[in-house]
């Protein structure tokens, strides 16, 4: 990961705000790290541009505490925006985009131009970056209607869980419309992400997968198992973040 401490002059067409640096003590002294606040892009765009954390795109104060903060841009692609760590007494922070890592000591207020060429720009004062947006899977095909039989099959979402607090058809239209607004394809999404992220599957079919595996007259050390899964530390997911 490339790791860069940009002073680069503000390009035009942009005009920016200048921003102060304070001195950094022991206290944290910012609440906002990074905020979008321009929007560039193709007028039929703007709409379908959204950001995953289902927080508003412009105008909303993020920081480390936040996560990653995924832009995804119409049908065209997205973005990955995190604050991977704040300023802090003799420590500037850090923002990756796309991958990039920028060091920063103020909070920064960006501008986003989105092209249809498919490059974009993050800009501000004391920080630019030019990339490219990441594809996005296509969905249409052998695998979105497998999917679509599976649910007709009531296969998906996981059918009355003996634990946990299933949720219903229309919080999971709230949770698309939340997280994937004016995308065709959300709802469809949505239930992905909570069949994948159910108690049903993390509590009880995982355990389950793993023990069909076991050889007659040599069952295997589930105890053993359990504890190291508890112990997994994927990215954005820990044994102890919230499954339903």
Same mark, same amino acid.
């Given at each position: &990961?490339?790791?860069?401490?940009?002073?680069?002059?503000?390009?035009?067409?942009? *005009?920016?705000?200048?921003?102060?640096?304070?001195?950094?003590?022991?206290?944290?002294?910012?609440?906002?790290?990074?905020?979008?606040?321009?929007? =560039?892009?193709?007028?039929?765009?703007?709409?379908?541009?959204?950001?995953?954390? #289902?927080?508003?795109? +412009?105008?909303?104060?993020?920081?480390?505490?936040?996560?990653?903060?995924?832009? &995804?841009?119409?049908?065209?692609?997205?973005?990955?925006?995190?604050?991977?760590?704040?300023?802090?007494? #003799?420590?500037?922070?850090?923002? $990756?985009?796309? #991958?990039?890592?920028? @060091?920063?000591?103020?909070?920064?207020?960006?501008?986003?131009?989105?092209?249809?060429? %498919?490059?974009?720009?993050?800009?501000?004062?004391?920080? $630019?970056?030019?990339?490219?947006?990441?594809?996005?899977?296509? &969905?249409?095909?052998? =695998?979105?209607?497998?999917?679509?039989?599976?649910?007709?099959?009531?296969?998906?979402?996981?059918?009355?869980?003996?634990?946990?607090?299933? !949720?219903?058809?229309?919080?999971?239209?709230?949770?698309? !419309?939340?997280?994937?607004?004016?995308?065709?394809? %959300?709802?469809? !999404?949505?239930?992905?992400?909570?069949?994948?992220?159910?108690?049903?599957? *993390?509590?009880?079919?995982?355990?389950? @997968?793993?023990?069909?595996?076991? *050889?007659?007259?040599?069952? +295997?050390?589930?105890?053993? &198992?359990?504890?190291?899964?508890?112990?997994?530390?994927?990215?954005?997911?820990?044994?102890?973040?919230?499954? $339903?």
């Amino acid at each position: &990961m490339e790791v860069l401490t940009p002073n680069i002059p503000p390009q035009p067409p942009f *005009i920016f705000t200048h921003l102060t640096t304070p001195a950094l003590t022991g206290i944290n002294p910012f609440v906002s790290m990074w905020t979008l606040e321009h929007l =560039n892009c193709p007028s039929s765009w703007a709409p379908l541009t959204y950001a995953c954390d #289902g927080q508003p795109l +412009l105008h909303h104060s993020r920081n480390a505490a936040d996560g990653r903060c995924r832009i &995804m841009v119409a049908n065209q692609g997205y973005i990955d925006m995190t604050c991977l760590r704040d300023p802090a007494a #003799g420590a500037p922070g850090e923002l $990756s985009i796309q #991958g990039m890592v920028f @060091q920063f000591n103020a909070p920064l207020t960006l501008t986003l131009d989105l092209r249809e060429d %498919g490059s974009c720009s993050v800009t501000c004062n004391t920080l $630019s970056w030019t990339g490219f947006l990441s594809p996005i899977p296509q &969905m249409p095909g052998s =695998n979105l209607q497998r999917f679509n039989e599976m649910v007709e099959r009531k296969l998906v979402p996981y059918q009355n869980p003996p634990t946990g607090t299933p !949720k219903s058809e229309a919080e999971l239209w709230e949770l698309a !419309k939340t997280h994937y607004p004016n995308d065709p394809y %959300g709802y469809t !999404k949505a239930l992905c992400l909570y069949d994948w992220t159910s108690a049903s599957f *993390i509590r009880q079919d995982l355990f389950h @997968q793993l023990q069909y595996t076991g *050889i007659p007259a040599c069952p +295997l050390d589930l105890h053993t &198992m359990a504890r190291v899964i508890w112990g997994c530390n994927y990215p954005g997911y820990t044994a102890a973040t919230p499954t $339903s």
